[in-house]
T-cell receptor, first 110, second 117 residues
Framework: TQLLEQSPQFLSIQEGENLTVYCNSS?????LQWYRQEPGEGPVLLVT?????EVKKLKRLTFQFGDARKDSSLHITAAQTGDTGLYLC??????????FGQGTRLTINP | GAVVSQHPSWVICKSGTSVKIECRSL??????MFWYRQFPKQSLMLMAT?????????EQGVEKDKFLINHASLTLSTLTVTSAHPEDSSFYIC?????????????FGPGTRLTVT
């Protein structure tokens, strides 16, 4: 079973629309990270959330950590074509292991 | 500048041959490094933990005799794909954990694209 379940796995929307990506687990985490990855490159850290209920904003991206620290969401407002990419949630599992969710492949159409 | 480098950035090899991929930590020493594999349109899957001075630890389902890991020094880990087959074609990325806590910033190599023909 997957430690982190991301949904949807694929999402294609028009420029200007809003969207939300979810990252769920049955486990409790001390922190959770979101990454964005472009084809042929390593993932780039977007944000780390550490407190239950925490909300962090990064321009048009809003990240929320669930109250119970088991889940997280990423909301993008007024999506742009430059937002296209693979979005990954990830958690540290003992001994510095960073484990990723299945990812959400986002395509923003002009 | 880059904190982690990988070499080569891409490689094409014939089925049955072995390929070595290097991961270098450029800014600091790393007693531990991590190797990931990513198939097209999929997420990064942790393969193994590379430990300086001791054997690598492999994730469940990863063949240790096929994916040889050597942590040669505090700045270099190598992943050798032995007797490569087309199904081993993938994007391989290494990661060096941060030296300071809290461990927020993670350092990834640029990745190596392996194509086995």
């Amino acid at each position: 079973t997957q430690l982190l379940e991301q949904s949807p796995q694929f999402l294609s929307i028009q420029e200007g629309e809003n969207l939300t990506v979810y990252c769920n687990s049955s486990s409790v985490f001390s922190s959770l990270q979101w990454y964005r990855q472009e084809p042929g490159e390593g993932p780039v850290l977007l944000v780390t959330v550490v407190t239950g209920g925490e909300v962090k904003k990064l321009k048009r991206l809003t990240f929320q950590f669930g109250d119970a620290r088991k889940d997280s969401s990423l909301h993008i407002t007024a999506a742009q074509t430059g937002d296209t990419g693979l979005y990954l949630c990830a958690v540290i599992q003992g001994a510095q292991k960073l484990v990723f969710g299945q990812g959400t492949r986002l395509t923003i159409n002009p | 500048g880059a904190v982690v480098s990988q070499h080569p950035s891409w490689v094409i090899c014939k089925s049955g041959t072995s390929v070595k991929i290097e991961c270098r930590s450029l800014d600091f020493q790393a007693t531990t490094m991590f190797w990931y594999r990513q198939f097209p349109k999929q997420s990064l899957m942790l393969m193994a933990t590379s430990n300086e001075g001791s054997k690598a630890t492999y994730e469940q389902g990863v063949e240790k005799d096929k994916f040889l890991i050597n942590h040669a020094s505090l700045t270099l880990s190598t992943l050798t794909v032995t007797s490569a087959h087309p199904e081993d074609s993938s994007f391989y990325i290494c990661r060096v954990p941060p030296v300071r806590q809290p461990a927020n910033e993670q350092y990834f190599g640029p990745g190596t694209r392996l194509t086995v023909t």
